[in-house]
Nanobody, 121 residues
């Protein structure tokens, strides 16, 4: 599946953004989907994922209660709703597709281009 992310922007702390990632191909519903982020000088970090099999969702602790991942298979789209953004959330965000939800980037086999999120304090 090919993925294309969008929705990044520059906001103040406490604001919200919704990232979208549109996939191409008929097999979209058979992919687990995830969001990663990478800040300057840091490694790519798993943020959230949603399983294709049962729709279960997974989050890193620092975004629990603030971020929500969802998918719309009819639109071949996965979303990341980000509320109460903090300066430490600033990064380039990437969507990813793969067979299972995992925190390891190399286990995902499809990646979208990044979308930049900037959060000012």
């Amino acid at each position: 599946v090919q993925l294309q992310a969008s929705g990044g922007g520059s906001v103040q702390a406490g604001a919200s953004l919704r990232l979208s990632c549109v996939g191409s191909g008929r097999a979209f519903s058979s992919y687990s989907l995830g969001w990663f982020r990478q800040a300057p000088g840091k490694e790519r970090e798993f943020v959230s994922g949603i399983s294709w099999r049962d729709g279960s969702t997974h989050y890193i602790d620092s975004v629990k209660g603030r971020f929500t991942i969802s998918r719309d298979n009819a639109r071949n789209t996965v979303y990341l709703q980000m509320n109460n953004l903090k300066p430490e959330d600033a990064a380039v965000y990437y969507c990813a597709g793969g067979p299972i939800v995992t925190t390891t980037p190399r286990h995902w086999n499809s990646w979208g281009q990044g979308t930049l999120v900037t959060v000012s304090s």
